[in-house]
């Protein structure tokens, strides 16, 4: 389990709603409206509760490694059809991470460490 070795050590992405989806873009991954699925959801919309108008483009700071200021801490679970779930330390909720996780990662890690806030 690693980060990729070309990969930055801290990421951002920054998700938003399309048609009831939280999705994102990345244009250095060639992801467009990359679709969060399976539990994802329902934890991006507790985690995002606070942030005004989230709906409409948050910041996602990630890393493999705890880093000043992170919020959430998922920790990996298992493996299931190309995806890795992940478990939300402090809830218990669980969710999916599709492949593209492998557009950030060389293997699926330990942890995600995240940070949610405001995109601008």
Known sequence: MGVNPMANAMMVIYPY??????VFDDEATGLVK????????????AA?????DAAQGFRLIFSAK???GY?????????????????WRSTGQEGW???????YFDAAPAAIYCRMEPSS
Not at 48 to 52: K, M, V
Not at 97 to 103: E, N, Q, S, T
């Open 17 to 22: 709603r399309d048609r009831d989806m939280w």
């Open 97 to 103: 991470l599709c492949p593209a996780l492998f557009k």
């Open 66 to 68: 705890p880093f000043p």
């Open 71 to 87: 919020q959430h801490e998922l920790l990996w679970v298992r493996e299931e059809y190309e995806g890795n779930w992940y478990r």
């Open 34 to 45: 990359e679709p969060f699925v399976f539990g994802v959801p329902e934890m991006i919309d």
């Open 48 to 52: 995002t509760a606070t942030i005004p």
